[in-house]
């Protein structure tokens, strides 16, 4: 089993950032890839952000390019999310996720462990 722990959420205005981290522990051999996907109400779960573990491949959600950055800080099995210029529609529970496949993957089903997600709004 892997436990993943997200963290730094909150409420901020329009344009501004947050960094949301993702700290996974216990069987963490088995995974390759961490991502990042949120689910705002009334919708569906959607992805945002991946990368690989071992050599930081990544991929991000058209959404989000050039305003949100993926990170990960190996020695501490911590994945980050670097989120910039934040919008309204940006608010959503920000889950963190991991997957065994080595090439950072968009689909949902694609990954095995689930944190229990940290909230995100962003006022106009």
């Known amino acids: 089993q892997v436990q993943l722990v997200e963290s730094g959420g909150g409420l901020v205005q329009a344009g501004d950032s947050l960094r949301l981290s993702c700290t996974a522990s216990?069987?963490?051999?088995?995974?390759?890839?961490m991502g990042w996907f949120r689910q705002a109400p009334g919708k569906e779960r959607e992805f945002v952000a991946a990368?690989?573990?071992?050599?930081?491949?990544?991929n991000l959600a058209d959404s989000v390019k050039g305003r949100f950055t993926i990170s990960r800080e190996n020695a501490k099995n911590t994945v980050y999310l670097r989120m910039n210029s934040l919008k309204p529609e940006d608010t959503a529970v920000y889950y963190c996720?991991?997957?065994?496949?080595?090439?950072?993957?968009?689909?949902?089903?694609?990954?095995?462990?689930w944190g229990q997600g940290t909230q995100v709004t962003v006022s106009s």
């Open positions: 996720a991991a997957s065994p496949i080595s090439r950072p993957q968009i689909l949902a089903r694609l990954y095995d462990y």
């Open positions: 990368i690989n573990w071992s050599d930081g491949n990544t």
């Open positions: 216990g069987r963490i051999y088995t995974i390759y890839t």
